[in-house]
Structure formats: structure tokens, C-alpha cells
């Protein structure tokens, strides 16, 4: 045995003993910090999801979690039993994290609190693979170092129970730690600001004040997806192109939209035209009855609709969306498949404000009000999106599905489609990838985009992201 396993044992079995001497029952204090914690644990983890704990303590987290399947692991006999005793329908195993033994995957693994007390972080992280699947989430939650001497007080006071010394993980140290066992962190969400009752004042604390003074917040929620390399497979591709007084684009639409993958097929959605978009379509798919294309009209009204209709319509393995006044260029829709198909993200989003664009492509006030609501959604979904209203959006079948099963929480709020998507993607901690496109001039029509009452409905999806995703 190496002397870094022989440390890791002895710092094992100290731990065991200290948990198997520790009190079951946790003070009022602590059982309503962790019902705080179980609130964003909802938030963040589906209904029904399958959920593996790593050092449970005593189950009482895992009780409160909205989960299907609970399985529990830790070191100490006595809180497993109490676990047990806690949910009967749960399972619990003795064990270290650093040395992980379960032949399930799971759809959440969670580590709460446990983090600062492993005795090898990096190999703990490192056996999580083992029982993780390709859309495995991996959520942490460790203490700020800002808080440690309020801990320390608290500890002293008897309001907080006794811990063994822990470690001091900067966020900096998680990441660096997640990175080297191949995980790859999608977001760092600072939460709660008072964490004990307050006269009433730790819920407008902990809802409305946490977001905005991040920085002086308890505790830390990390969201991590794998990064190990999947096996490429060629995968088929449906490409949704919703088209309301388009008809001179729809050849070209499909005369340069590729074949991507495993084989490609082209859905156009007409919706209330006033020219004979409608009549084109139908004659453009006569003309070219080497590529597969289907068309239909909206019953309904927006491209929200018609995407929709589209999606629910396609039979490929990836969903794209290309608008058919063709301003995103169909020839850059590879980029979009290698992302997915690669396993660099799970939704990939075009951007335009990266490449220089067209001239009339792009108002100055429409181009300064794009970059001013990438900056405030990138701070509201917590990843990186640059361009919230590029037409050009991609995940897989299986992604949307979950996120129009999860469309509930939202609600029909969302007339254009692009943040049904971005929001369900945020919601589901799907990784989220910015495309840069070169935007080019219509070559036909006029758009469809009104600026100043769309300008009023994006400030309004400011303010309902916000309190669905943000101020929660």
C-alpha cells in the first residue's frame, strides 16, 4: 500500500469513528439549513430523476429531495442506519467515496458539504465516473471561505454541531479539481445569505438578495457535466425551417442546406403568408425529390408555434432550426452537428455579433440591444450565450423531449420559440454552446421583427427568467 492510500485510510477511518460518535439528529439549526439546501437541490434536479448521494450522513437531504430512485453511500454505520430507519425505500451502501463500488448509473450525483472533508477530492471525483452515465450531472455544494469564521462562532455557540477540521476549497480548487477527473463545470450559483430563521427575513434574503450580493453567500452549488471524449456515431438530422413570406428563399433553402450525418431531412412549417410561400414549398419539394423534405402549415400563430410543430413533426436524432429568410447561412449548419455529434455541448446557439456582418444586416440600435441582453441572459442562465435571438438553435431529440416535458415550470410564455429552448436547456443543466455564424443581408422580403414591441417582450422574458430561474 503507497503512503498516499495509508493517509487516505487513516483519514477514512477518523472520519467513520467521529460520524459513528456523532448525534443522528441534527439541531434546528442544521435541519433547516438543509432544508434550504433541498429547495435548490429541487430546482436543479427533475422530477423522478435518479439520485446517488455521496456521504449521506444521515438521509436527511435525500428525504427531502423530489427524486424517483435515492441511493445513499457512507462511511459510518450509525448515520446509515439512521438513513435507513429515514427512507425505507432508499438504498444505502458503506462506503468511501474515493473508493466508489456500484454497478448502477445514476442521473444526479450529489455532494453536499462532503467535499471539504474527502480525503483525495480528485479521486473521489475521479470514481464518480464509474457510475455515471453521458448525461450525468454531478452537483456540489461546499462552504465560502468568507464564512469559515462565522462557522467557527457558530460551532463555539452550540448553534452549529461539531465537525471534524475540514479543508478550505476555493472555487478555484473545485474547478482545478473537477477539470483534472474529467469533469467540466457548467455553472458556480452562490446561494443563501441566512441561513437560520430570522424574524422572516432569511426568505427575502435568501430569494432576492443572495443573487445580486453573490459574493457574501454561505454556500456554493456547482453543476458539472463529464468531459471524457465520446465515441462519434453518425446520427440523422432534421432541420426545421419555419417560413412566413419567404417564397424567394425557399429553393435556396434547400439547394444549400447540406446533408449532415447519417441523412438529413428539411421541414418547412408555412404560417400565414400574405405571398405564395405556400405554393413554393410545395412546388420546390416536387423539383428535388432527392432530398427528403416535408412541409405543413401552422394551425396556430408565431415561429414559438411553428417550431413546435416542426419538432414534433421530425424524425432525426438532432433538431436544428434554420430561419428561412437564410440571414444565418444553411451552409454553417456542420458546425451546429459537429458540436452535438462530438460531445462538446448538449445545445449549441448561434451567434451572430462575433463576425463582422453585413451592412444592412443589422440595425446599430437592434445590434446594441443583442449585445445588452446577452450580457444580463448569460448572467440569468449562468453559462455563457452571447446572442439570444439568432434563429439557429440545436440540441437532440431525446434533449427536447425532456425539455418540453419539463415545459410545465415555464409555462406558454415564449411567442418566438428561442427561449422555450434556451430556458428548458438552462432548467435541464444542459451544457450550453455559443456557434459564431457569419449574419448576412436578406436577399428577400422584409423581416418579420418588430423592434420596438419585441424590444418590450425581451425585457419582459428578462423579468420572467429572473424569477423562474434566478430570484428562487
Known amino acids: 500500500m503507497s503512503v498516499a492510500s495509508k493517509l487516505t485510510r487513516q483519514h477514512q477511518e477518523e472520519m467513520k469513528d467521529f460520524y459513528d460518535a456523532a448525534a443522528v439528529a441534527p439541531n434546528s439549526a442544521a435541519s433547516y439549513y438543509r432544508q434550504l439546501l433541498a429547495h435548490y437541490y429541487n430546482l436543479l434536479i427533475p422530477v423522478g430523476a435518479s439520485v446517488l448521494e455521496i456521504g449521506c450522513g444521515s438521509g436527511e437531504l435525500l428525504a427531502r429531495l423530489q427524486a424517483g430512485r435515492k441511493v445513499g453511500i457512507d462511511l ?3 448515520q446509515l442506519a439512521a438513513a435507513q430507519h429515514r427512507l425505507p425505500q432508499a438504498e444505502f451502501f458503506q462506503q468511501a467515496g474515493e473508493d466508489l463500488v456500484l454497478t448502477e448509473k445514476f442521473d444526479y450525483i450529489i455532494i453536499s458539504d462532503t467535499l471539504n472533508i474527502a480525503a483525495d477530492v480528485q479521486q473521489l471525483l475521479e470514481r464518480l ?3 455515471a452515465h453521458a448525461d450525468t450531472r454531478v452537483i456540489i455544494n461546499y462552504y465560502s471561505s468568507l464564512w469559515r469564521p462565522l462557522l467557527s462562532l457558530g460551532q463555539w455557540l452550540g448553534i452549529r454541531s461539531a465537525q471534524p477540521k475540514p479543508s478550505w476549497l476555493s472555487t478555484g480548487d473545485v474547478q482545478n479539481l473537477l477539470q483534472l477527473a474529467d469533469w467540466s463545470p457548467l455553472f458556480f450559483q452562490p446561494r443563501l445569505l441566512l441561513p437560520i430563521r430570522c424574524l422572516g427575513l432569511e426568505s427575502m434574503a435568501n430569494r432576492w438578495l443572495a443573487p445580486v450580493l453573490s459574493c457574501f453567500c454561505l454556500t456554493v452549488f456547482c453543476v458539472a457535466r463529464a468531459s471524457r471524449p465520446a465515441p462519434v456515431v453518425a446520427q440523422t438530422v ?8 419567404e417564397s424567394g428563399n425557399i429553393e435556396a433553402a434547400v439547394q444549400r442546406t447540406p446533408d449532415m450525418g447519417a441523412g ?3 421541414i418547412f412549417v408555412e404560417g400565414h403568408s400574405r ?4 405554393a413554393e414549398i410545395q412546388r420546390v419539394a416536387a ?5 427528403k423534405i416535408k412541409y405543413l402549415q401552422q394551425t396556430g400563430k408565431g415561429k414559438g408555434d411553428a417550431v413546435r410543430l416542426g419538432f414534433a413533426t421530425a424524425t432525426g436524432d438532432i433538431l436544428m432550426i434554420l430561419d428561412a429568410d437564410l440571414t444565418m447561412p444553411p451552409e454553417e449548419l456542420p458546425k451546429f452537428y459537429d458540436v452535438l455529434a462530438h460531445g462538446r455541448a448538449e445545445f449549441a446557439n448561434g451567434v451572430r455579433l462575433v463576425y463582422p456582418m453585413d451592412e444592412k444586416a443589422m440595425q446599430f440600435l437592434n445590434l446594441c440591444a443583442n449585445k445588452t441582453f446577452g450580457i444580463i441572459f448569460t448572467w440569468l442562465l449562468g453559462q455563457p450565450v452571447k446572442d439570444t435571438l439568432c434563429g439557429t438553435k440545436v440540441c437532440s431529440r431525446a434533449h427536447y423531449e425532456r425539455i418540453a416535458a419539463n415545459r410545465a415550470y415555464f409555462g406558454d410564455f415564449d411567442p418566438f420559440g428561442d427561449f422555450d429552448l434556451l430556458f428548458g436547456a438552462a432548467k435541464l443543466n444542459l451544457k450550453i454552446a455559443d456557434v459564431p455564424i457569419r449574419y448576412r443581408e436578406r436577399a428577400y422580403g422584409t423581416t418579420n421583427i418588430q423592434r420596438w414591441s419585441h424590444g418590450w417582450l425581451l425585457l419582459r422574458m428578462v423579468l420572467f427568467a429572473a424569477r423562474k430561474l434566478k430570484f428562487v
Open 129 to 131: 465516473h464509474t457510475v
Open 287 to 291: 423539383a428535388y425529390p432527392q432530398r
Open 264 to 266: 438529413t431531412e428539411l
Open 238 to 245: 432534421s432541420v426545421i425551417i419555419p417560413a412566413r413570406n
Open 76 to 78: 459510518s454505520a450509525t
Open 275 to 278: 405571398d405564395d410561400t405556400w
